[in-house]
């Protein structure tokens, strides 16, 4: 397994998540709103 891979394996979901909706913020506009509707629930 390469070092790439294993970031990707080790990360967290909620890790994971932060990471793809900072990244996707702007080209997806609900992205973020559906991430904050999400972890809203959880907490």
Do not use: G
């Not at 990360?11 to 932060?18: A, I, Q, V, W, Y």
């Not at 996707?24 to 506009?29: C, F, H, N, S, T």
């Amino acid at each position: 397994m390469d070092n790439k891979t294993a970031w990707w394996a080790s990360m967290s979901e909620d890790s994971f998540l932060k990471s793809f909706v900072m990244k996707y913020a702007d080209e997806i506009p609900d992205v973020l709103k559906l991430y904050l509707e999400k972890t809203k629930h959880k907490s």
